[in-house]
């Protein structure tokens, strides 16, 4: 079965230190990769998909096919990013399914 | 936020009873998905829709069932609702189509709780 594995519960870093949050996927193609935030009690926001290469609120996210990984990664952490980060993948089939992995937990310490 | 609504935003009821939650969107989206949020879980799928009355199951999917039988609405029903049904539910939409066609976007969420 495809599986996406995010191997942090709670990553905590202090304001201005590197945050990477990891993912691990296991589509054995091209999959869809997206990145998804959730402030406290809110609802899920997109942040970022592989797909635009884009980089939203200075997060930017590279997969590599190599290592099945498409960490989330952000130089210089703020304490506004405290929040649940999920990574997501395109199950591949035609109906858009997403599989999401646990979510792991930023806090941001000032 | 996409044009994605819920009702109710909470929801305390018994067990066993019946329960239904709505899903109201504005973009006319052809696919929608019910999700629940538990801790140490994340998002798993309950059911899904791929247009007017064509829906299947997810992950998830026992002990729930779903309706939609217009393109802006997606119903959740709870049969009998049960304790371990106690969780955040989330609604998602996506266009699926063309490039990028698995983004979807949700909704505020639904939080209920079964005593």
């Known amino acids: 079965a495809q599986r996406v594995t995010q191997p942090e519960k709670l990553l905590s870093v202090f304001k201005g230190a590197p945050v990477e949050l990891k993912c691990n996927y296991s589509?054995?193609?091209?999959?869809?990769l997206f990145w998804y935030v959730q402030y406290s009690r809110q609802r899920l926001q997109l942040l970022l998909r592989?797909?635009s290469r884009e980089s939203i609120k200075g997060f930017t996210a590279d997969l590599n096919k190599g290592e099945t990984s498409f960490h989330l990664k952000k130089p210089f952490a703020q304490e506004e990013d405290s929040a649940m980060y999920y990574c997501?993948?395109?199950?591949?089939?035609?109906?858009?399914?997403?599989?999401f992995g646990k979510g792991t937990k930023l806090s941001v310490k000032p | 936020d996409a044009g994605i609504t819920q009702s109710p935003r909470h929801k305390v009821t018994e067990t066993g009873t019946p329960v239904t939650l709505r899903c109201h969107q504005t973009?006319?989206?052809?696919?929608m998905y019910w999700y629940r949020q538990d801790p140490g879980h994340g998002l798993r799928l309950i059911h899904y829709?791929?247009?007017?009355?064509?829906?299947d199951k997810g992950e998830v999917s026992d002990g729930y069932s779903v309706s939609r039988s217009k393109t802006e609405d997606f119903l959740l029903t709870l049969e009998s609702a049960t304790s371990s049904q106690t969780s955040v539910y989330f609604c998602?939409?996506?266009?699926?189509?063309?490039?990028?066609?698995?983004?979807?976007?949700f909704g505020p969420g639904t939080r209920l709780l079964v005593l």
């Open positions: 589509y054995s193609g091209s999959p869809e």
């Open positions: 829709s791929y247009g007017v009355k064509d829906t």
């Open positions: 997501a993948q395109g199950d591949g089939g035609s109906q858009g399914n997403l599989i």
């Open positions: 998602a939409i996506s266009e699926s189509e063309g490039i990028g066609r698995e983004t979807q976007y």
């Open positions: 592989h797909i």
């Open positions: 973009e006319n989206h052809r696919y």
